[in-house]
């Protein structure tokens, strides 16, 4: 699925001057299930990489091993969805609403009236056509198909009564995979040795049963990718100098044209936004609010931070160039 057509799922900007952190889809902070596993002890285990790396992988023989980090047996997990393998977690776990593109109004915990009980999408070819449109921007970076087949070891919530703790397992894994995706961009656009054990952090909590899942500090993790974006983002940016900060700023259904090379646009609203023919090398998307811009014909290959469900939010085109790694959503017209 592809819930609730609203902010990408970035929270990954400094929180400094007000902002509160841009969790965007409201539906994935709620609910929290924390419950009996909400322990001292559990606290303490996930301040000691070893035991835990012991308690997500005991068949393993760490003892050959010199740091649980460098374990190469912990997969790296998948970083873009794969709903074959999921069991429609976003279209039960998740609550939306009919005012923001979904076709009617659905609490979290029950599924969706489209889904099939194969966990496929009953009008996936024509969603948008029939008043779902919310549900082709969503994108769960893989989240989906690690908790359906890593965390609860292929076991349906068909199979089970946890969707409460479902639900929010799958908010954690989302946001532990979306910093992965950017971690990775920051190792393609400007390496930072600093960043290496961070990403080997969040890969190992990825891989974690649910109990230590709902304890990660995620806002702790969250500021410490985000200054790392952020040294990232000012490295490749350098080059122009001249580039306007615009963070956090309200420019929706905005007229943006001519030079806009290295601008920062982290978290700003550009709401339906026209950016047609502004250059745009390396501007900083980082959480953007992209929501219907127009960014028709435009060259974004060198964005900064920009990620599928913007993407998929934004009216592009043919002409519209994209950074390596995200895909021409099928909506955009040929
Ligand atoms: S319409 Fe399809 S993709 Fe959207 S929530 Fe329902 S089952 Fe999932």
Redesign the pocket.
């Known amino acids: ?3 609730e057509q609203s902010l990408p799922f970035n929270c990954l900007i400094p929180r400094t001057s007000g902002h509160s952190g841009c969790y965007g889809q409201a539906h994935l902070r709620q609910p929290v299930h924390r419950g009996p596993v909400h322990r001292p002890a559990l606290r303490q285990r996930l301040r000691d990489p070893e035991r835990l790396v012991r308690r997500l992988t005991p068949a393993l023989d760490h003892g050959a091993s010199p740091h649980p980090c460098d374990d190469p047996r912990v997969a790296s997990p998948e970083l873009s969805s794969d709903c074959s393998r999921c069991f ?1 977690l ?2 039960v776990l998740l609550p939306f609403a009919a005012s923001s593109g ?2 009617v109004d659905k609490p979290s915990g029950t599924p ?1 009236l ?2 099939l009980p194969d966990d496929r ?4 070819d024509t ?1 948008r056509q029939d008043g ?1 449109p919310g ?1 082709t921007v969503f994108e769960c970076f893989g989240a989906g198909q690690q908790v359906s087949q890593v965390t609860y070891a292929g076991v349906s919530w068909r199979e089970q009564d946890n969707l409460g703790e479902m639900a929010a397992v799958l908010s954690v894994m989302r946001q532990l995979h979306e910093m992965l995706v950017h971690l990775d961009e920051v190792d393609r656009r400007s390496p930072d040795p600093a960043a290496g054990p961070v990403r080997k952090e969040i890969e190992l909590l990825t891989a974690a049963e649910p109990e230590p899942l709902l304890l990660v500090d995620v806002d702790d993790l969250h500021v410490r990718v985000g200054e790392l974006l952020a040294d990232a983002s000012d490295r490749v940016r350098r080059r122009w100098p001249a580039a306007a900060d615009r963070t956090r700023a309200d420019l929706a259904g905005r007229r943006l044209s001519g030079d806009l090379r290295g601008w920062t646009f982290r978290g700003a609203l550009l709401i339906g936004a026209d950016l047609r023919g502004a250059e745009l090398d390396d501007v900083d998307l980082l959480g953007a609010d992209v929501r219907d811009a127009d960014v028709r014909g435009c060259d974004l290959s060198s964005a900064l931070f920009l990620t599928q469900p913007q993407v998929n939010a934004a009216r592009g085109d043919v002409g519209t160039a994209l950074p390596a790694g995200l895909s021409r959503p099928g909506h955009w017209p040929a």
């Open positions: 699925m592809r819930p429609g976003c279209c979904f076709g969706c489209n889904l999408c009953g009008i996936h969603l779902w549900c």
